[in-house]
């Protein structure tokens, strides 16, 4: 592991500590990280600060339009669980855009994601326009939305802490975990993304075999 990833591994740690006392004076310097320079720290700082309180829907709908990527994909993983006509207007350009092609890829995941939890039919209709679009050739289809975006935050939790998915079992993560499958440090980078999920995929075919 290189240096910079462990710092960033030790800092992401920090505030996730600092977090869990729930204390207004942590959360004021937790906030001070939602500008880093370094985007996982920027978005795992957003997050912590999310999962403890709603921010008004008018921020939210700010941050979309004015944040950077990771504040972004914060604002709109807050408006997927926040169903109201404001929220349906301020997707809506969004949806467009993923219908269009012109949306990042980093973001394509979660405006479908938001969009889809609105229950309204004018976003369904878009969504479904964007859903016919996929060729029906294409293997992984609209899987193919999770090769962009994602928190690595979280799936480092998830790896250390979420026993039930299994990850260890196999996996190594910063030569922690099984020695079945590969290492996962660096695997997007050797492999790529599409590697990555064709291989998850076929995993979870073989278990429901």
Not at 37 to 66: C, D, F, G, V
Not at 100 to 111: C, I, K, M, N, S
Not at 134 to 159: N, T, Y
């Amino acid at each position: 592991m290189c240096s910079s990833d462990l710092s960033t591994n030790l800092l992401v740690s920090v505030l996730q500590t600092a977090a869990s006392f729930k204390n207004a004076s942590l959360n004021e310097r937790i906030g001070r990280f939602t500008t880093h320079t370094n985007a996982l720290i920027r978005q795992e700082a957003t997050r912590l600060l999310a999962s403890q309180s709603m921010a008004p829907l008018e921020q939210l709908i700010a941050q979309l339009k004015q944040g950077d990527l990771p504040a972004q994909r914060a604002a709109l993983r807050q408006l997927s669980s926040r169903p109201s006509p404001a929220t349906t207007e301020a997707l809506k350009p969004w949806v467009d855009r993923l219908v269009q092609g012109t949306l990042p890829q980093e973001l394509r995941l979660d405006v479908f994601l938001s969009a889809s939890s609105q229950a309204n039919s004018e976003l369904s209709k878009q969504l479904t326009t964007f859903t016919n679009s996929i060729p029906s050739s294409d293997p992984l289809g609209l899987r193919r939305l999770a090769l962009q975006g994602g928190d690595a935050a979280q799936g480092r939790r998830w790896f250390a802490e979420r026993a039930d998915l299994g990850c260890q079992r196999c996996h190594k993560l910063h030569g922690e975990g099984g020695d079945v499958g590969p290492e996962l440090q660096g695997l997007g980078r050797s492999k790529g993304r599409e590697y990555v999920l064709r291989s998850i995929l076929e995993q979870i075919g073989r278990a429901h075999v």
